[in-house]
């Protein structure tokens, strides 16, 4: 009896600390932004849980963008009728979700709605283009999905061309003007008034996921054939029991 208690009292010791371990961080504190377990996780090695977070980060990441380019562009949103700002960003973030684009721009994808989003000429709501065609981008890259499993293969390279998408993009979006020479929309700020840099910051976090994931995939690629030299250099014997 007294080892049972004892190895119940080392249990209940041992589901505290984990407890404590992944409670969430307190009002004001910042750190990791994990996910709860689901049931596709027993489909998905820890590669592919990386990759999952990555997309899930940087989606979050255009829709910070997204909030931030309408309240510095308000012009923008209201081309869509929509009663607030927040409609609007809701709209986008279901066109995203759905993978249907803005109504004047069906048929288009990617690329081809980023370089829309970015003609002088363009009409429409040039946020939603923006932040559609980043994410269409990048979603593309993925094979077209968001959340990956051990049976999806990615292709390193459309990662890599994908950070560069969202490299230009970022560049357009700060050089490119009107026929005015007024900026097609208002992000990052410098002047003797203001500084705002976060445009800049946010762009830069996504581009860095994308890299590290496209690195990644190389090393993944090149350390099956070491992993298997080594496994024939070492003379590894295969468990029996």
């Given amino acids: 009896m007294t080892g049972w208690l004892r190895s119940a009292g080392a249990a209940a010791l041992l589901a505290t600390l984990l407890a404590g371990c992944t409670s969430s961080p307190g009002p004001g504190q910042r750190g990791p932004n994990s996910e709860g377990m689901s049931a596709d996780q027993f489909g998905q090695t820890d590669f592919n849980r990386t990759v999952t977070l990555e997309v899930r980060d940087n989606l979050a990441s255009l829709y910070v963008l997204l909030d931030k380019l309408y309240r510095r562009n308000p012009r923008e949103w209201r ?14 973030k279901h066109s995203i979700e759905v993978r249907i684009p803005p109504g004047d721009l069906a048929g288009l994808r990617d690329v081809q709605i980023l370089a829309v989003s970015l003609d002088p000429n363009y009409s429409g ?4 283009a923006f932040i559609y065609g ?7 890259a993925h094979n077209g999905k968001t959340r990956l499993y051990a049976t999806d293969a990615l292709d390193g390279q459309r990662i890599y061309n994908a950070a560069r998408n969202v490299e230009a993009a970022a560049w357009l979006l700060a050089s ?9 929309l208002l992000a990052n700020e410098m002047s003797l008034n203001a500084t705002n840099l976060s445009f800049e910051r946010e762009f830069g976090a996504i581009i860095g996921r994308l890299d590290l994931i496209a690195n990644l995939l190389g090393e993944n690629t090149r350390r099956i054939g070491i992993n298997y030299a080594q496994g024939l250099l070492l003379f590894n014997f295969l468990p029996v029991r």
């Avoid at 081309?79 to 986008?92: F, H, N, S, Y």
């Avoid at 980043?134 to 593309?140: K, R, S, W």
């Avoid at 490119?176 to 097609?184: A, F, H, I, T």
């Fill in 79 to 92: 081309k869509t009728g929509v009663a607030d700002q927040a409609k609007a960003i809701a709209l986008v």
């Fill in 125 to 128: 709501d040039r946020v939603a």
């Fill in 176 to 184: 490119r003007r009107n026929s005015q020479g007024e900026p097609l």
């Fill in 134 to 140: 980043l994410a269409d981008t990048i979603i593309a």
